[in-house]
């Protein structure tokens, strides 16, 4: 074997084992799905007071964890591949699909669209 080639292996399997410690977790995946949602708040509507902004701000700040857990957690499949991991959830009628590669989401479909429905469960 040239060394050109070994190199080349050396390197990729350098590169296969950083993705794979770095392949995001479920608890990863809700984090992701929290901060998500903490973006569509910010967005919600302008017809709503500042007031009511706030407080519904404060409520999700504070039970966002449980709202997480009872909606989100058990209706998510991840397949872990190892070096990327596959999230799939079901919720209020919409499918999210997100890919998580080192350490990263790419979100593929429905994420949108779920985060505001989740929000307007929540509230």
Do not use: C
Request: cysteine-free; proline content about 2%.
């Amino acid at each position: 074997m040239s060394l050109v080639r070994l190199s080349v292996v050396v390197g990729a399997l350098v590169v296969a084992v950083s993705l794979a410690l770095s392949n995001p977790t479920m608890d990863d995946y809700l984090g992701f799905v929290e901060r998500e949602l903490g973006k569509a708040m910010d967005r919600m509507d302008q017809a709503t007071s500042t007031r009511e902004q706030q407080f519904i701000r404060q409520v999700f700040r504070s039970q966002s964890k449980k709202i997480l857990d009872a909606v989100v957690r058990p209706n998510t499949a991840r397949r872990n591949w190892g070096v990327v991991s596959y999230f799939e959830t079901h919720v209020a009628d919409t499918t999210v699909v997100v890919l998580g590669l080192g350490g990263q989401f790419i979100p593929l479909q429905g994420v949108e669209e779920a985060t505001l429905k989740i929000g307007r469960m929540a509230f």
